[in-house]
């Protein structure tokens, strides 16, 4: 059975107490925005933190590059993009934004270079292959400056050398560039050891100035009395032993290259970084023995220059002692007459065997007084090209020679062809003074009278002739029917012979019976005695 419990009165129970809600209390609803704002906040600052400088580069063109996305890469590795693109002001060019990662911040500085890398084929081999299926993106050389910098102008080509690569660079003088570009091969010993970094007009523009770099530990074979020359192309060299073919490599055959060798100096130390060197044609002209200051003289020629050009050799006896410079016209007012004057660059030092002796213009200066002369002579039947010789002429006229002259002249003498024209002159100037025509005429009188005589002989001694061949011809057919074998002459000579034979058979009988019975001369033979 169960007990109900009564309801309470109202009336006494107590009242609520009311108070205020506190507003410290935080509610429930903010937590999850709150929370998203720490965590944005937190990503903002870490990535503040990993972020980098920004920097801009100028580029010829876009082509290739798409903001967002085209990285930029060191070694292959990405420490940076490129975040924006603009038209440059000048709109030569355009604008690219670059975000570096925090990594990166060291290569802001003055010297970082930067280019586009893509597939390109040049004189070092092809490169970028492998942007034909990720793109282009932007390549960086780190620089070693402390010079910060945030605007940078892009190259148009990859850097041959990088800051990386350990080396020496070099400085080399040339005439002309030839076939040589950026990129190609530097030899030694025909190995490949460095490459042309640059090259420039000279500022006077009448040469080209090159940089090379030669990679270490090649670089220790460069030293002060190194020669440098180029080794493009083919050189083939017909001599005593035959044809000889010297070639570097395929590529400098192609595209050009330089190729370097120690001196004869006994011992030389390395070159330092920087050195300037000359470049010459070809590896002779490198090798050759140093010649010296130059010495300018002129010569006037009187015959033509036809065949004679700018870089002809001149030569002493079979030795090249300098070349020719320049070749020029000029009209000599008191002797009424053009000359041709040609000028030559001479190295006395190849004239004689120590350079002791006394100074270059003066050493000239005493062989012309000596009898040397030029000439010009016949290089080349084929294509008429001509040289300057020097030579003693003893008989040559004397000639006053200042020293002091600048430049000095050396007389001229005619050359053996012009020699030959000139007795061929003199032969038809005498023969044109000769009478031909009395010549003529006396020929014609000496050929009537011969043809007179020749007829005389006919008419009157061709009859005699005739009689005494007759009568020869009958003698001589006597003397064949005497000398015939059936002859009378020949029987009796026969017979003659036979007698002979017969007697000379009897002594010999009565020589072998003296020799054996001395005695039967007075005794008679054994026979006959009693």
Known sequence: MSVSTPPPDLDQLPAPEARPASRLRPSLVWFVPVLAALIGITLAVQSLLARGPEITLRLNSAEGLEAGKTPVKYKEVDIGKITDIQLSEDRRGVIATIALSKQAAPFAVSDTRFWVVKPQIGVGGVSGLSTLLSGAYIGIDSGRSTEKRSDFVALDEPPVVTADVKG???VLKASE?????IGAPVFYRRIPVGQVTHYALDESGQGVTLG???KSPYDRFVTSDSRFWHASGIDVELGAEGVKVNTQSLASILAGGIAFQDGDAASSSPAARGTVFSLHGDQRTAMRKA??????????FPQSLRGLTPGAPVDFRGVVVGEVKTINVRFDRERRMVLLPVTLQLYPDRLRSSTRQREPHEFMARLISRGLRAQLRNGNLLTGQLYVALDFFPKAAAVAVNPAQRPLEIPAMPGSLDELQSAVTDIVAKVQKMPLDEIGS???KTLAATDQL??????????EA???LQETRAVMSSAALTLAPEGPLQQELQSTLQELSATARALRQLGEQLSEQPESLIQGKREDQP
């Open 466 to 468: 005739r009689v005494t």
């Open 212 to 214: 090379i770099v030669v």
């Open 168 to 170: 020496t660079t070099y």
């Open 442 to 444: 006396n020929l014609n």
């Open 454 to 463: 020749i007829r005389r002989v006919d008419s009157e001694l061709a009859p």
């Open 177 to 181: 560039l030839g076939s040589l570009d």
């Open 291 to 300: 010649d010296g200051a130059p010495v300018t003289v002129v010569v006037n």
